[in-house]
């Protein structure tokens, strides 16, 4: 009877440290539910103060600890350890993908993460501007995507590479057709130039491909003499008229002898007067000596001027000279007696101004 009645009065006691366990289980999970839940939606992305975003950039092939060591040098983490343990959990340290990414300020660990596990980078504009050299339209591009800018140069140079869109290291420019265009920051070079190519296409639709057919030259030809128009005028209203007078040259088979083409093959884009030994450099580009067009562009045209030369205005110009005033305009002429009359008065001009060069 005496063992009997022990086993009944131990029983209480084993209900009761159970009950004891499942509470304190239960606690514990709650803890840590708690503190998972902290570290997934709490807000943990800080940025300065007055500042409500910015971007994170992550360069093509970083590892986990380079974009950590990028939040942390910039103070964008409050809880490092926290965003440390949820990048584990989601995967993220064996997910690096480059590119630019808006950070919020507020953001949790979940939102941050997610979105650099997912790749959602925000787009970057990228602005074609006229320039004259390849140089510096790669290091144009290189400020605004991640390719530096001798990757992009070597390409720009890449005869074989350039083949492909049907261009060569010296026309190569006239693809780039001066506007904004969309692009990833971590776009390569190669995906920088197949979609340019397509824009290209996209610019050069049946519409303009039947004025240059009608004009007896191909798009790259209009785009080249664009490129002299658009270093001989800023005059949208006189490109047209500029367009007709070197159409007619080319058809009478006379030598262009445009001033830019010679500054370009000098390398010097400061000379006011185009005269003497300057004219006889040797250079494919000097169409002082050389018949026809140059070999390339000598600047990227604008959409305006390339339109100039497909709309060109017909006339019988032959000659033209900067008028006298320096208000950027031309003087033109059919016969080379009144173009000297005109480029008499013109380095009159030059004289009374002390422009010797």
């Given amino acids: 009877m005496a063992k009997t009645k022990t086993k009944r009065k131990s029983a209480p006691k084993k209900r ?16 840590v539910i708690y503190i998972g839940y902290r570290k997934l939606y709490t807000p943990n992305v800080h940025i300065e103060k007055n500042v409500r975003q910015t971007y994170l950039y992550i360069h093509t092939g970083s590892t986990f600890e380079q974009v950590l060591s990028s939040l942390t040098d910039n103070k964008y983490l409050r809880n490092v350890k ?14 690096i993908k480059p590119g630019k990414y808006l950070i919020k300020n507020g953001m949790s660990n979940r939102e941050l993460i997610g979105m650099l596990r997912l ?6 504009e990228v602005v074609l501007q006229n320039v004259r050299l390849k140089r510096k339209l790669a290091a144009d591009l290189s400020k605004q995507i991640e390719p530096d800018s001798l990757s992009i140069w070597r390409f720009l140079n890449d005869d074989i590479f350039l ?12 693809m780039f057709i001066p506007n904004t265009y969309e692009f990833y920051w971590n776009t390569s070079v190669e995906g920088l130039f197949e979609k340019l190519h397509g824009e290209y296409k996209k610019f050069w639709n049946e519409e303009r491909i039947t004025k240059c057919e009608s004009l007896g030259i191909t798009p790259i030809e209009a785009s080249i003499l664009a490129s002299i128009i658009e270093e001989e005028t800023a005059k949208n209203d006189e490109k047209p008229i500029i367009a007709g007078l070197y159409l ?13 083409t010679v500054r370009y093959a000098l390398g010097n884009f400061g000379i006011k007067r185009v005269w003497g030994k300057y004219k006889e450099i040797k250079s494919p580009y000097n169409t002082y000596l050389n018949a026809g067009l140059p070999p390339g562009p000598i600047c990227i045209p604008s959409i305006v001027t390339i339109d100039a030369v497909l709309n060109r205005q017909p006339n019988e110009y032959l000659y033209m000279c900067a008028k006298e005033d320096f208000s950027g305009y031309h003087n033109f ?7 000297n009359l005109n480029a008499q008065r013109y380095q009159k001009a030059l004289n009374k101004a002390k422009m010797f060069r």
């Fill in 16 to 31: 009761g440290l159970l009950g004891k366990i499942v509470v304190g289980t239960l606690v514990t999970g709650l803890i």
């Fill in 82 to 95: 926290s965003f440390e343990w949820m990048a584990v959990k989601m995967n993220y340290t064996n997910h």
């Fill in 119 to 124: 790749g959602r980078q925000v787009p970057v």
């Fill in 163 to 174: 083949s492909k869109f049907g261009f060569n290291a010296q026309n190569i420019l006239v």
């Fill in 248 to 260: 007619n040259r080319i058809k009478k088979g006379m030598l262009l002898q445009a001033d830019p």
């Fill in 333 to 339: 002429a059919r016969t080379l007696e009144q173009h």
